[in-house]
Structures are given as structure tokens and as C-alpha cells.
């Protein structure tokens, strides 16, 4: 078992990753600045996140100070994209498909099975297409790293039925998250999507609130969503990543050399989270399956030709504008 799943399996609450306060570096930080994000200690967003932050302490000699709140701890993903805006805290790791309420093209890279694996997904999102969707990022007055973090290839699971054609879909009451391509994207395989923050989510299907959800198994595996889900279905339907923001007043204030720290270690951070990220997904089918999660694999092909039909990608391809679709399909290969 390589070291990321020993560690998540070993993680237990805050105190996994609690940081010690510094003993290295007595003297106050000239730049204390706050990382908020949503998913657990244990997921590998946060492990990286927190060797990123020694990191930076030391390179910086003890002038930045990056403090990591996990897990929601600050507020819902809606929450603390306000925060940052505001500079209530100064960086942010935010799904592309999420950022997409304050800039709409961010959701482009979510399209319904757009990449068919992580090469493809990386060549976009470190080439022309990622590169686009910072520009518009950057227009938003958000400060974006290069590198985006993975969450990953998405999977279905549910409490009432294991899902197999786009016909076990209708109906079904599934959680998204708060973002208008999946709202329009399950509307289209004829589900029912509620719009919730991932805060609110296991306590959803635990009160059966909603039957189903969709997330990688990194997190259904760090967020325990296998005790309250019962059926697994790998259907790869959309890659999802997350990308490193920051508060752009509070990033102008670092000179540029610790800027150039800072940038660098997020990066390389980004690159590591993308090989554990990528490791777990292909590897926890079977930790899963041995706490109860019944999985199945269905063929993707009908789902699309759904998607097709209800004409979502037309819709998505006039939204997004020829240009940003073009860099897309450059990716992704013809979707409509
Ligand atoms: O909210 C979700 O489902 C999650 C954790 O995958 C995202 O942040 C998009």
C-alpha cells in the first residue's frame, strides 16, 4: 500500500493534521495568510497543502505563513468564495464548475464526458484551454495559479438503485453542486437535481434529503460517503479539478520574490496532489467495495448519446462561444 492510502486510511478528525505552531521561526510572520477549502484532513488536497505550507515557511525563512483551514471549517464553498473576494481570507481551492457563478466559462472543462482519461485532461488543462479559462479568471480580479489541483473523474452513487442506463436516471433525487452545468446536465439525463454546498452533503443523504450524489472516490472514501450510500456506479461522467486562488489585493502585497516562492510551491504541491489524487481514484474500488459500496460499470456511451438527444451539448457549445468550444474539442475530441 503506497503511503497517501496509509495515511488516509490512519486519519482520523482534525487532529491527523493539526499544525504545531512554529517553534523554527519565533518571530511573527510578516504575512499570515488563511487557505480555506472543503475537503477533509485525510483527502490529499489538504496533506500537500499542509507540506506546502512548511515549505513555504522555510523557504521564506518564517515571513509567510500559510494557515489551512480544512473541511468547511470557514463556511460552504458559496461562503468562502465571497470571503476571498472580500479578502476574508486569501487563498481558495475551487472547482471549476463552482467558480463558473462568477466566471461562466470555468465550467467549460466539466462538460459531460469530455476527457477520456488524464492524459488528455492535463494537455488541456496545462495547455490552451486551462490557460484561457485563467485569462478569464484573471478578468474576475481573482488571482489563479498555473496549475490546477485534481478532484478527479466523477462517479455516481446512490441509496435506492445502482444506476446502469440513463433510464435508471429518471427521477432520481441527486445532490450537485452549486453550478449551473450540473444542474442543466442532470436536468438533461431527466434527474432531479438539488443544488447543495458539499457541507451539507453527507447529513443530505443521511436524512435522505436527496438519494444520490456524484464525486470521485477520493472523496467518497475521505468523506465516508459509503455509510450512507449503497450502490456505486463508475460511470466517469465529468473530470472536475480545483483551482488554487487567491485574493489579488492580499497577493500584490507579497514583494515579488516571495510571490515567486509561493507560486512555485502551490504548483509543485498541485503536481503531487494530481499523482495521489490519480492513485487513489484508480485504487480505491476495492477499500470501498469491502465496506459495502455494491459497485457496477456502465456503458458511457448511451449516457452521451442522452446528453446528445436533450441537446445539452448545443446549449453549452452557444454559452461558451465557438472560441473556448474549439479549445475544448482541441482537447476532448468533436462533441457536437
Ligand atoms: O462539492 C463537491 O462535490 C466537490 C467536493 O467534489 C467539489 O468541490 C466540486
Known amino acids: 500500500m503506497n503511503f497517501t492510502r496509509r495515511r488516509i486510511l490512519a486519519a482520523s478528525g482534525a487532529s491527523a493534521l493539526a499544525i504545531p505552531a512554529s517553534r523554527a521561526f519565533a518571530q511573527k510572520a510578516e504575512f499570515t495568510y488563511k487557505y480555506a477549502n472543503n475537503l477533509p484532513v485525510s483527502h490529499p488536497m489538504n496533506i500537500r497543502a499542509k507540506e506546502m505550507a512548511d515549505a513555504i515557511r522555510a523557504e521564506t525563512q518564517g515571513r509567510v505563513d500559510i494557515q489551512l483551514y480544512p473541511n468547511n471549517q470557514l463556511g460552504s464553498d458559496t461562503d468562502m468564495l465571497s470571503q476571498l473576494r472580500s479578502g476574508g481570507i486569501e487563498f481558495f481551492t475551487l472547482s471549476g464548475l463552482i467558480l463558473s457563478t462568477l466566471v461562466p466559462s470555468a465550467s467549460i472543462s466539466g462538460i459531460g464526458f469530455a476527457f477520456n482519461d488524464y492524459a488528455s485532461v492535463w494537455k488541456a488543462m496545462d495547455g490552451e484551454l486551462g490557460a484561457f479559462i485563467r485569462g478569464q479568471i484573471a478578468k474576475a480580479n481573482l488571482v489563479v495559479m498555473d496549475k490546477i489541483w485534481d478532484n478527479g473523474f466523477r462517479q455516481i452513487t446512490s441509496s435506492s438503485k445502482p444506476i446502469a442506463t440513463p433510464e435508471d436516471m429518471k427521477g432520481l433525487k441527486i445532490r450537485v453542486p452549486v453550478s449551473p452545468l450540473w444542474t442543466s446536465m442532470f436536468k438533461a439525463l431527466d434527474a432531479s437535481p438539488a443544488s447543495i454546498n458539499f457541507a451539507e452533503v453527507y447529513s443530505a443523504l443521511q436524512t435522505r434529503i436527496v438519494d444520490g450524489q456524484e464525486n470521485p472516490l477520493a472523496i467518497i472514501a475521505t468523506a465516508k460517503l459509503y455509510e450512507v450510500q449503497k450502490y456505486c456506479s463508475l460511470s466517469n461522467h465529468m473530470w472536475d479539478g480545483f483551482w488554487f486562488l487567491a485574493n489579488k489585493r492580499s497577493w500584490d502585497k507579497l514583494p515579488q520574490d516571495l510571490q515567486a516562492i509561493v507560486a512555485k510551491n502551490i504548483?509543485?504541491?498541485?503536481?503531487?496532489?494530481?499523482?495521489?489524487?490519480?492513485?487513489?481514484?484508480?485504487?480505491?474500488?476495492?477499500?470501498?467495495?469491502?465496506?459495502?459500496?455494491?459497485?457496477?460499470?456502465?456503458?458511457?456511451?448511451?449516457?452521451?448519446?442522452?446528453?446528445?438527444?436533450?441537446?445539452?451539448?448545443?446549449e453549452w457549445k452557444s454559452k461558451y462561444g465557438d472560441e473556448a468550444w474549439a479549445l475544448l474539442e482541441r482537447g476532448a475530441g468533436k462533441l457536437a
Open 267 to 314: 504548483n509543485a504541491a498541485g503536481m503531487k496532489e494530481r499523482a495521489d489524487v490519480a492513485e487513489l481514484n484508480a485504487n480505491l474500488q476495492k477499500e470501498l467495495a469491502a465496506k459495502g459500496l455494491a459497485f457496477n460499470q456502465p456503458d458511457p456511451t448511451a449516457f452521451r448519446a442522452q446528453l446528445r438527444k436533450a441537446g445539452f451539448y448545443s
